[in-house]
């Protein structure tokens, strides 16, 4: 007698499986228990994102940032996609490429704190401190927490060790 397994237990036992093995820092294992997943559920986007997460985890950055692209270009209105986007593209290519990107995610999303933050971040790495200072002010307007997230960041350093006249949070 031929059992026949349910597809969507599959999935799910799968992707259980995979969260587990992100969870204990078991990047590669994670990665192979996604491609257990059947076929035809690989382009679900919540399996995407977590697979993409899988890949920044493990330092793939050239899949990381090709996969998040995509998941940029087909769900722009998500701006984690954007930044995930601009975070694996950092490491990959550089801080201006990484900017490009999340000049245009400003564009979209022009309230995302987080964009502004990360903004404030690659302006204050390249010396641009009075951008990167505008940058986070407009951050820590959008979401007053990020001010204490700010000061432990060692990105936006630089910046605090030589803030424009006028700076402050």
Not at 1 to 5: C, G, I, P
Not at 19 to 28: I, P, S, V, W
Not at 109 to 131: E, K, M, S, V
């Given at each position: 007698?031929?059992?026949?397994?349910d597809p969507l237990v599959h999935l799910r036992e799968s992707f259980e499986e995979a969260?587990?093995?992100?969870?204990?820092?078991?990047?590669?294992e994670a990665l192979r228990a996604l491609d257990g997943i059947p076929e035809r559920y690989q382009v679900n986007p919540d399996i995407l994102e977590f697979r993409c997460h899988l890949y920044m985890s493990a330092q793939q950055w050239a899949l990381a940032a090709d996969l998040a692209q995509r998941l940029a270009e087909t769900a722009?209105?998500?701006p984690?996609?954007?930044i995930s986007w601009a975070f694996a593209v950092r490491r990959r290519e550089s801080i201006a490429a990484a900017e490009k990107i999340l000049m245009a995610a400003r564009e979209v999303?022009?309230?995302?704190?987080?964009?502004?933050?990360?903004?404030?971040?690659?302006?204050?790495?390249?010396?641009?401190?009075?951008?990167a200072a505008a940058?986070?002010?407009t951050a820590v307007r959008l979401e007053p927490a990020m001010a204490k997230q700010a000061v432990d960041d060692p990105d936006l350093l630089p910046l605090f060790q030589n803030p424009p006249a006028g700076f402050s949070l």
């Open positions: 007698m031929v059992m026949y397994r969260r587990g093995l992100f969870d204990a820092g078991k990047f590669a722009p209105g998500e984690g996609h954007w999303h022009p309230q995302c704190a987080t964009i502004h933050f990360n903004l404030a971040c690659y302006a204050a790495q390249t010396g641009r401190l009075p951008l940058h986070l002010q």
